[in-house]
């Protein structure tokens, strides 16, 4: 068969730019360098292209493992709806402790401002979400506004953010140390995350608990969990929509039902578009 077609062109053709070096971190007892990366999905022709908002990932795994690249395919729909995304490496509590990996998601949020150009990027909007930890670490750089957590380069760009989306995320983590002996693998990875054991780390406890940050200046939540979650309990994002609420900060928090920790039904067309949604209506 031979035949000849016309296809209108509906959708861009989105480009992903793999290990982009956003900094340079010490490793193996401070005596080499590893190198931090990022994965960013851009619009293909992306110089002819007007800049538009950023979408930070960060990916979960206990504060113990994480990989940038594992969600890039369901970050697709995000680029398709126009935004650029960059899914960002961050050390995890076996390599260093917190502030760690609020210091890394920090530096990144700067490095991607003074590079917006290449990248297709506005340089105003950046919404910072992320699963599990990611979740976590998300909700520690949107409302940790602390300035001595930006160390390094590109200091002169800020690393403030629009929103936050938070899937799952520990955002107290008092409460969740006292359930600390349930699992090994619990267990192990607080006293990593905390340097030490909770009970001599009280004021690390507090420092790395993001609910204690809201203010009445906080920037947009969006808080999605399922009922069925027997890892992160439902109770850590009860209480951060009260908090954020109570502060009068604008908060949709989205309780799946029967879903499980990390389960497929977070990354449905109708989970992603009441996130789409919720972005827009703060840019």
């Known amino acids: 068969m031979k035949k000849e077609i ?19 971190e010490r490793f193996w007892y401070d005596m080499t360098l590893r190198p931090m990366k990022m ?39 995000f ?27 920090k530096a990144a949020i700067r ?9 297709c990027f506005d340089g105003e909007h950046i919404f910072v979400m992320g699963e599990s930890a990611g979740g976590a670490i998300a909700s520690e750089a949107g409302l940790i506004t602390d300035p001595q957590y930006d160390v390094g380069e590109y200091l002169e760009e800020s690393s403030a953010v629009t929103g936050v989306v938070d899937f799952y995320g520990v955002v107290d983590q008092t409460v969740m140390a006292q359930h600390r002996t349930e699992t090994y693998e619990f267990f192990g990875a607080t006293v990593q995350r905390l340097g030490g054991f909770p009970e001599d780390r009280q004021e690390v406890l507090e420092a790395c608990s993001a609910i204690r940050y809201v203010t009445p200046e906080s920037v947009p939540f969006m808080i999605l969990h399922g009922s069925g979650d027997d890892t992160v309990p439902i109770a850590q994002s009860e209480a951060l929509h009260e ?7 604008d908060c949709d928090f989205y309780i799946i039902e029967g879903a499980g920790h990390g389960e497929d039904e977070f990354y449905q067309k109708e989970v992603i578009d009441l996130i789409i949604d919720f972005m827009r209506r703060h840019i």
């Open 6 to 24: 016309r296809i209108p062109i509906t959708q861009e053709a989105i480009t992903l730019v793999p290990n982009v070096v956003y900094k340079m």
């Open 39 to 77: 994965s960013v999905l851009m619009p293909k022709h992306w110089q002819e292209h007007k800049p538009q908002p950023l979408v930070l990932w960060l990916c979960g795994g206990g504060f113990q493992v994480m990989d940038e690249n594992i969600w890039i395919p369901q970050m697709i729909d």
């Open 79 to 105: 680029a398709r709806a126009g935004f650029t995304v960059a899914s960002v490496e961050y050390r995890t509590a076996h390599t260093a402790p917190f502030p760690a990996e609020l210091v890394d998601v």
């Open 111 to 119: 490095y991607l401002r003074a590079h917006k150009e290449e990248f």
């Open 243 to 249: 908090a954020l609420t109570k502060a009068g900060v």
